[in-house]
């Protein structure tokens, strides 16, 4: 009689644990992922850089967002699919200010603490035929002046204008495309291997 109600215990206990599973399951195939741009959805700073490694490791628990000064923090919803409830950051509405609360709060090894100088989100690029100062409608320099890591990350180039160049010490934070005055932002976050020079095929 007792094997009997243990083998019944275990057949519900394992029925609840199967029947637990179907949210997060169905959450998954009711939620498929959205392609959108990725220069938009930017992991946050101290991010593993293999971006299933990160998913796999996110907990979701959203204490990275409620840590961050500026609110630039947002999760995937609906359209996120396995990237469901993971954070990223949209830097067209606002962008890291490098101050490393998220990743001093991150519970798990999706976000490392790292000096700010090491952060690799990205690089910038900027489009030399929408730049205002590289088309010659004017001296702008937004992005040099927003920037957190001064001449080693961004610096200008004159000759009769100040036309902003990044450099190697970018580290895709992007204050600079959150500052930049240009309706048509010229300049983004990428990939390093895509280059800090915007190249249009003729």
Not at 1 to 6: A, E, H, I, S, V
Not at 29 to 55: C, H, T, Y
Not at 122 to 137: E, F, K, N
């Amino acid at each position: 009689m007792l094997r009997r109600n243990f083998i019944q215990q275990i057949v519900f206990s394992t029925g609840v644990l199967m029947a637990s599973t179907l949210p997060y399951g169905f959450s998954r195939l009711l939620a498929p992922e959205v392609k959108a741009d990725p220069s938009r959805q930017l992991r946050p700073p101290g991010a593993l850089k293999n971006d299933q490694a990160f998913i796999e490791a996110c907990i979701g628990c959203g204490l990275c967002g409620e840590a961050c000064p500026p609110k630039c923090i947002k999760f995937y919803q609906r359209d996120g699919g396995s990237k469901h409830n993971t954070p990223y950051i949209n830097p067209e509405e606002k962008a890291c200010i490098l101050c490393n609360k998220c990743m001093e709060v991150c519970p798990t090894k999706s976000l490392t603490l790292i000096p700010r100088e090491n952060i690799d989100m990205g690089i910038s690029q900027i489009d030399r035929l929408a730049c205002y100062p590289w088309v010659d409608r004017g001296i702008c320099g937004a992005c040099v002046s927003i920037c957190p890591l001064g001449e080693h990350a961004i610096g200008f180039e004159m000759w009769g204008q100040y036309r902003p160049t990044v450099k190697s010490g970018c580290v895709g934070c992007g204050l600079c495309v959150e500052v930049c005055p240009h309706p048509s932002l010229p300049i983004r976050i990428v990939e390093r291997s895509q280059g800090t020079v915007m190249r249009h095929q003729i």
